[in-house]
C-alpha cells in the first residue's frame, strides 16, 4: 500500500499519523524508535529480550510475578468484580448486549493494591527501559473473560485509537498484560501480529461524538480494515503468547492485536497497565473532538 498523503495539525504540529480522515486505508511506515534505550550489561531485560521485543513488538515473560503475589492480586480483582456487578460508577464497562461486567478502568486509582503494582520496581525499570526514561500510568483496567461468555475484543492498535481520541502525540508508550488466570491457546488469550508494530494503518470513517461510550464495549472505529490486517498476518503470522497465572506481556502501543471470546470453562482474567512516556505527554486529541474521561486516558 502506499504512503497516505493526507495531512493535519494540531496546535500547530504536523500529525504524522492521520487517520480517520481519508477514503481509503494506508500503510505508514513508523517513524518512532521501538527500544528507546541503549542495551548495556546493566539493563534490566537481557540483550536477547530487548533484541526480541523490537524486533516484534512484544515480549512474553513467564512467572513473573510468584504464586503468592497472584493470589493477592486476583483476590483483589474478584472483589472489584464482586463490587462492580451491581454498581454503576462510570469506570465499569459492561459486555454488548448485555450487563456482565466487561472491564473495569482507572483500577491502580481505585484500589491500593493495583496502585502497588503499577509502582511495581521491577516492572517498571524494564518499562522505563524500553521507553527511555520516566513513565506514568496513561490507562489501567481488568478485562473479565468469564468461562462460556468472555467475549471477543476485535483486532486493534492501541495506539490508532489514543493518538487520534486522546492526542497521544507518538509510538512512545506501551502495555503490561498481567495474567491471573492460566492463558491457554483455547481460552480467548491475547493474539498479536509479530512487526506490525512498525506499520501504522490508518482507518476510515469520522469518530461520533462520545465514540468511547460504544467503543468500550464493541469498537467499530478505529478497527483495521480486512484487506490491511490479512497483509499484515501475512507479512508477519500471528503469535499466541500464553502461561500460568503471573506471567506478563508487554507490548508496543501500536502492534495488532485482539482476542477470541472465550467459550471454554476456563476463565481468563487480566489486568492491563498502559505506561506512556513523560515525554510523550497528551495533546488535543487529533479528531478535533472532545477528550475522553480521565479513567480512560490520563492528563492530569
Not at 485509537?161 to 491457554?184: F, K, Q
Not at 506499520?199 to 476510515?204: D, I, L, P
Not at 480486512?226 to 502461561?243: A, N
Amino acid at each position: 500500500m502506499s504512503n497516505v498523503k493526507v495531512t493535519s495539525e494540531v496546535q500547530g504540529v504536523q500529525d504524522v499519523y492521520p487517520s480517520r480522515v481519508a477514503a481509503q486505508p494506508e500503510f505508514i511506515e513508523r517513524k518512532d524508535p521501538v527500544v528507546y534505550s541503549t542495551w548495556t550489561p546493566d539493563s534490566p531485560l537481557t540483550k536477547e529480550h530487548s533484541d526480541f521485543y523490537e524486533k516484534n513488538g512484544y515480549l512474553f515473560l513467564e512467572d513473573f510475578f510468584n504464586e503468592a503475589e497472584v493470589e493477592v492480586l486476583k483476590g483483589e480483582l474478584k472483589r472489584m468484580w464482586a463490587s462492580a456487578r451491581d454498581a454503576e460508577d462510570e469506570e465499569i464497562v459492561r459486555e454488548p448486549g448485555g450487563t456482565d461486567v466487561r472491564s473495569i478502568f482507572a483500577v491502580h486509582k481505585l484500589s491500593p493494591i493495583f496502585e502497588k503494582l503499577s509502582q511495581h520496581p521491577e516492572l517498571t525499570s524494564i518499562v522505563n527501559y524500553l521507553l527511555g526514561g520516566q513513565t506514568y500510568i496513561h490507562q489501567s483496567r481488568i478485562n473479565f473473560k468469564p468461562g462460556f461468555k468472555g467475549k471477543e475484543f476485535y483486532w486493534h492498535s492501541d495506539f490508532e485509537t489514543w493518538h487520534v481520541e486522546d492526542g497521544m502525540p507518538r509510538m512512545r508508550a506501551l502495555s503490561c498484560s498481567i495474567a491471573l488466570e492460566d492463558n491457554y491457546a483455547f481460552n480467548g488469550p491475547l493474539m498479536v501480529v509479530p512487526g506490525s508494530h512498525r506499520t501504522f494503518v490508518t482507518c476510515v470513517g469520522q469518530t461520533p461524538d462520545d465514540h468511547y461510550k460504544s467503543s468500550l464495549r464493541k469498537q467499530e472505529y478505529g478497527v483495521p480494515d480486512p484487506d490491511s490486517l490479512t497483509e499484515l498476518v501475512r507479512q508477519g503470522g500471528i503469535d499466541t503468547p500464553v502461561g500460568r497465572a503471573g506471567s506478563i506481556v508487554l507490548f508496543d502501543c501500536n502492534i495488532m492485536h485482539g482476542s477470541n471470546s472465550n467459550i471454554t470453562p476456563m476463565p481468563r482474567s487480566n489486568v492491563f497497565m498502559v505506561f506512556n512516556s513523560m515525554a510523550n505527554k497528551l495533546q488535543a486529541p487529533y479528531s478535533g473532538q472532545k477528550p475522553r474521561p480521565e479513567y480512560i486516558a490520563t492528563r492530569s
